[in-house]
């Protein structure tokens, strides 16, 4: 039996405990994290973002054994990314906007590609991607990135950095790493290309051809611009134990 004090401390208990579980219902760590980005990419200045879904129309791209074609996830992820830039007040432009190459020519198609950078006057440039190898083990997404801007280094680790945290088949153990991409070697703003994952492994050819993947990897994107205009990604911030450690386990 309680006293009146007593029951005023069992009454305050109750109450601390009940605002404990609705706290740690409504504020999950994940939702923590989309609130942060969100409420970061809304503090942005508009940018100007060109995105280029990969191929397209007669240039199919690589091809998994389950015959899905590289064409046909670039541009899904291209649009949901889309949709969250835009959300952000940032102006974005697609390559192209449905299943067409910009022209049978596959330079002039490059070409077209990086003229609409230009006379879109972009701040911001970037390419998706789907990758094969001969072993159908290999799996991850990577981010690739070119001297041709000296913000562009700093733009693929922001991406990777965060395209890293997506785990549906093991650790990813990529890293940002320098390609030479004719996309990205003649853009004149910040640029990077994201191979989305490898379309040769048949777990990995599902996930890529799922929306709700296709839209993971739209986030994560999104997240790794949100952080590049922040300023984050300096090259010695990345320097962390467990950095060193992803590139010594690198393949
Ligand atoms: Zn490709």
């Not at 007593?6 to 504020?27: E, F, I, P, Q, Y």
């Not at 100007?48 to 054994?65: K, Q, R």
């Not at 994107?221 to 990604?233: H, M, N, P, S």
Request: glycine fraction near 8%; proline fraction near 6%; charge should be negative.
């Amino acid at each position: 039996m309680f006293n009146s004090s007593g029951n005023k401390t069992l009454r305050w208990l109750t109450a601390m405990v009940m605002a404990l579980v609705l706290l740690a219902a409504v504020s999950t760590p994940k939702r923590c994290e989309y609130q942060r980005v969100w409420a970061q990419a809304l503090m942005l200045a508009p940018q100007i973002v060109v995105l280029d879904p990969g191929h397209g129309g007669i240039d199919t791209g690589a091809a998994g054994p389950g015959g899905i074609m590289e064409k046909d996830i670039t541009l899904p992820v291209c649009q949901y990314l889309k949709e969250y830039l835009s959300l952000s007040g940032a102006r974005v432009l697609l390559t192209r906007p449905d299943d067409k190459e910009l022209s049978e020519d596959f330079e002039e198609d490059l070409r077209l590609r990086v003229d609409l950078i230009k006379r879109s006057q972009a701040t911001l440039f970037l390419s998706i991607h789907g990758n094969s190898f001969p072993a159908p083990s290999e799996y991850g997404a990577q981010t690739f990135f070119c001297d041709n801007h000296n913000e562009s280094e700093r733009l693929a680790r922001c991406i990777q950095a965060e395209l890293k945290k997506l785990e549906p088949l093991g650790e990813n153990y990529r890293e940002a790493q320098s390609g030479d991409f004719y996309v990205l070697r003649n853009s004149p703003v910040p640029a990077a290309l994201v191979e989305i994952g490898f379309l040769s492994n048949p777990e990995e050819e599902r996930l890529l051809a799922d929306p709700s993947y296709q839209k993971q990897l739209a986030w994560r994107i999104f997240a790794g611009l949100v952080a590049f205009w922040r300023g984050e990604g300096i090259s010695d911030q990345s320097l962390t134990p467990v950095s060193l450690k992803s590139t010594i386990g690198a393949r």
